[in-house]
């Protein structure tokens, strides 16, 4: 399951020398205490707690606030426990940009040093981000891509989207032709308020039943936007129409599109059709066609399908078969452990102080300076105080 979503403010530049390397030192020693003590998998959750790896984040130093917080720490996390993949069968892969980009040869690379088959989370970390770009439209550019995995098959994905997207870091959508990743969305969703913020999506294998039903556990951000969210339970007729749709002749898809052109809709709506262009749309059709996908995951896997071929096949599912698409937002005023005032739902203690214990534990036991563990402890402290509200 995605266990969350945080929006953050743009910030750019890069960390300091000085911090990345203490980060990094940080990060492997309370990285080791966690797994050792509890494994892998209980580390894999941690990271897909969207409030417990930004508090990670703080406890090591970086501003609480900044976008940056996301890819300085898993940076980090790579760089402290690249040695250490034997040892607790765990690697990380890719990271920002055009790295992002590398990330199923990094996954073929650490199969092979610790024997296992890459093909599955290869296509996890892909799915994961042709979801999140494709599938949930929400105006934010991915671009930052990171890729925990155990020798077992478990893992985790950490990804952040920009708004507006910085035309020199792309990410996944500088994928050659033949990938699965999305190619640059053009005006997706409609969304052109650029909020310039940064947001967060976290991924988790444990329980994970499907890749385009509902997968958000825990989500965290300032706003909401107009959104075309394939995603949402209540998108099923429209993502099996979809499905149904890119077997159909592309002839009869593209003329349906034409006509869709032709109308006038609600300036509501928040798919726009000017900017789809069904000649392009015909050329992906063609291959699905011939090539027929069994279901919604199967289109979204096939090679070349990007937002514009899933808005495309969304406003005919819609306007020509009456299946309509969720257009809500899937992020929401929530927090991990419920909040103070018992909304949206009343902290729970007992998770709340397992957090903190963990958190805890690790820096008290992790082979660093006392210096250090006091002022680690202390900016623990102060992320801790709103418990007691």
């Known amino acids: 399951m995605r266990t969350g979503i945080t929006e953050l403010p743009l910030h750019y530049g890069t960390a300091p020398r000085w911090l990345f390397s203490r980060m990094t030192k940080l990060s492997r020693a ?17 990271i ?23 890819t300085t720490l898993c940076g980090a996390l790579k760089e402290g426990l690249k040695d250490l993949e034997k040892d607790f069968g765990l690697f990380i892969a890719g990271g ?17 040093r610790l024997s296992f088959n890459p093909d599955e989370m290869i296509y996890a970390s892909r799915m ?26 478990k893992w985790a ?90 077997r159909n002749k592309p002839e009869d898809s593209v003329k349906e599109l034409k006509k869709i052109k032709e109308l006038t809709l609600p300036e509501r709506h928040p798919v726009l059709i000017s900017d789809i262009n069904p000649t392009r749309i ?33 406003l005919i599912s819609e306007v020509v078969y009456g299946a309509k698409p969720s257009f809500n937002d899937p992020v929401s005023y929530t927090f991990a452990h419920g909040g103070k005032d018992g ?3 009343p902290i729970n203690r007992s998770d709340y102080d397992k957090s903190i214990a963990i958190l805890e534990k690790a820096i008290r ?12 402890l202390k900016r623990l402290s102060n992320l801790t105080k709103g418990k007691q509200g």
């Open 30 to 46: 309370i990285s080791e205490i966690i797994i050792g003590e509890y494994g892998n998998e209980e580390f894999l959750q941690r």
């Open 48 to 70: 897909s707690d969207p409030i417990w790896f930004q508090s990670l984040g703080c406890v090591l130093g970086f501003d609480w606030h900044s976008s940056g917080l996301t």
């Open 96 to 112: 920002k940009g055009r790295t992002s980009r590398k990330t199923p040869a990094d996954i073929t690379a650490a199969a092979e």
């Open 128 to 153: 994961s981000a042709k979801v999140d770009s494709c599938a949930l439209q929400d105006g934010y550019q991915i671009y930052h891509h990171t890729f925990f995995g155990t020798k077992d098959g």
């Open 157 to 246: 994905v950490v990804q952040q989207g920009m708004n507006p997207a910085p035309i020199s870091t792309v990410g996944y959508a500088e994928a050659k032709s033949g990938s699965l990743f999305p190619q640059q969305p053009e005006n997706r969703c409609g969304v052109n308020t650029e909020t310039r913020w940064a947001r967060r999506y976290h991924w988790l294998s444990l329980d994970l039943k499907d890749f385009v039903v509902e997968p958000h556990k825990a989500i965290i951000c300032n706003n909401k936007g107009t959104v075309l969210n394939m995603v949402a339970k209540e998108s099923e007729s429209a993502r099996q129409t979809s499905a149904t749709v890119a």
């Open 282 to 314: 015909e050329k992906i059709l063609l291959k699905t066609y011939e090539n027929p996908p069994n279901d919604f995951a199967g289109l979204l896997a096939t090679k070349g399908v990007g937002p514009q071929t899933i808005r495309a096949l969304a």
């Open 343 to 345: 909304y949206p739902y």
């Open 365 to 376: 036991a992790a082979k660093i300076g006392q210096t250090d563990k006091m002022q680690v």
